[in-house]
């Protein structure tokens, strides 16, 4: 679990104080109230250095592995620190060098440890792992201890690694099954001609949990890098070819495609059926699962559910919905209204946030955050406030903030799914196809526009 950032108070500027943690750093660093609020690059570099008898706070580590990228590449921070921890040890005597190095290795390989266990994708580059490789080498040589530290910690990134791959390749193979649409959705067919979400499952309990199997499997695949990186320097090098060479956002992506998909697959479901009081039995399904959802504090899946039932396609069908006690629906677009920068459900994300907290069940501590918002409330802190002051400083303020935002998220991640998984729901989740912005079916396709125009309009808010 990330560490909680020490700065959660209103951005503010202040005038230079003195480091009194006695650490050696290059340039000004300056503090407020004991917080760091800025200071240049190298200082905060040289900051995240161990010494024999210095570490550096666990929030800090954290905050500026998180935001450095948007000054500099991993490879550079991770090259640079590795340097410097190595160089401050020379005294020009070898055997002296040796001891010294022995003495600072395990807070070496304790930083490192921590860089590829909360930032493993950073580790796709090859360049870090040759880096990691050559740290490994250089600690084998001072101290057994450590060496053996490396290599398990290295051990461990590997099949990190490795599920990640296995992960992207599950998911590209689902898509793959999805796109293929059969005859059923070119044309609509009597009911029993064609499975349906009710043939499938026709509980809403049990729907709404494998829709939070869905979301806590997706989310637990995301790196808390993923946010910061939509607005990081490009690699110049990025685009060569390589076992490494993959998306830095992809697994961000992949969630945000899930919401679309499961918005779109509400909207199927219902205009499917050719008659209206089928019709009205999903709809009513789909209200039941999102007040579940709602219950369990699956907010995602809840907003997706609610956006599918607001497309064109189906908020036309009057004669359908008159069939509808559309009462809990009304309670649950309340709930989620994005008026007052959706303040609705940021109380209520408040409430499942505190339930978590204080929880006694693995259930009570499922808190899956809307996430498009999430994404908003980032995208609109790193924009709203400049990274470097006017002085050049780094504004670390601004670095404490996101990575606030961003530790909320990994807490919410690395909840467990308590709930039994039903293999023949989730399979039709994740593969039933549906129409969407490049269906066959017109009246949905059409919907593309009106559904960004609805999300996008709730977000800018």
Known sequence: MPPTTPYAGKFSTCGPYSNN?????????????????????????????????????????????????????????MTRVCHLCVEQQRSGDALLDKIRFREVAPKLVQLLTEWTETFPYDFRDERMMRCLKDMTHHVARGDE??????????????????????????????????????????????????????????????????????????????????????????????????????????NLEAYVNWFNRLSYMVATEICMPVKKKHRARIIEFFIDVAQ?????????????????????????????????????????????????????????????????????????????????????????????????????????????ELAKQVSEFLVWRQVVCPFDRDRRILQYLVTTPVFSEDGPCTNLSLTTKLTKLFILGQLTN
Not at 63 to 68: A, C
Request: net charge neutral.
């Open 145 to 250: 201890y450590s060496w053996r530290a490396m290599q398990q910690m290295t051990q461990r990134l590997i099949k990190r690694l490795s599920a990640l791959g296995q992960y992207e390749e599950a998911v590209a193979a689902l898509n793959n099954v999805a796109n293929e649409r059969p005859a059923s959705l070119k044309t609509k067919q009597a009911p029993g001609q064609r499975n349906d979400v009710l043939s499938v499952c026709d509980d809403p309990f049990i729907m709404a949990q494998q829709l939070t199997h869905i979301e806590l499997d997706r989310l637990s695949f995301i790196g808390p890098e993923e946010f910061i990186q939509t607005f990081a320097m490009k690699d110049p090098i990025e685009n060569q070819k390589g076992f490494f060479r993959k998306r830095k956002t992809s």
């Open 292 to 400: 579940e959802c709602f219950n369990i504090g699956n907010f995602n899946s809840l907003m997706a559910i609610i956006t599918g039932m607001n497309m064109s396609p189906v908020s036309r069908l009057k004669k359908t919905w008159s069939k509808v006690n559309t009462d809990k629906f009304e309670i649950l677009e309340h709930q989620m209204d994005p008026s007052s920068n959706f303040s609705n459900y940021r109380t209520a994300l408040r409430g499942a946030t505190q339930r978590s907290e204080t929880a006694h069940s693995s259930q009570e501590k499922i808190v899956i955050p809307f996430f498009s918002l999430l994404i908003k409330d980032i995208y609109f802190l790193n924009e709203g406030c400049a990274s470097r002051l006017p002085n050049g400083h780094i504004n670390f303020e601004k670095l404490w």
């Open 21 to 77: 943690n006695n650490h050696p750093h290059y340039g000004e660093m300056c503090y407020h109230d004991n917080s760091l609020v800025s200071a240049s690059l190298e200082a905060l570099i040289q900051h995240l250095v161990p010494t024999v008898d210095y570490y550096p706070d666990r929030s800090y580590v954290f905050t500026f592995l998180l935001s450095s990228r948007l000054f500099l590449h991993p490879y550079e921070l």
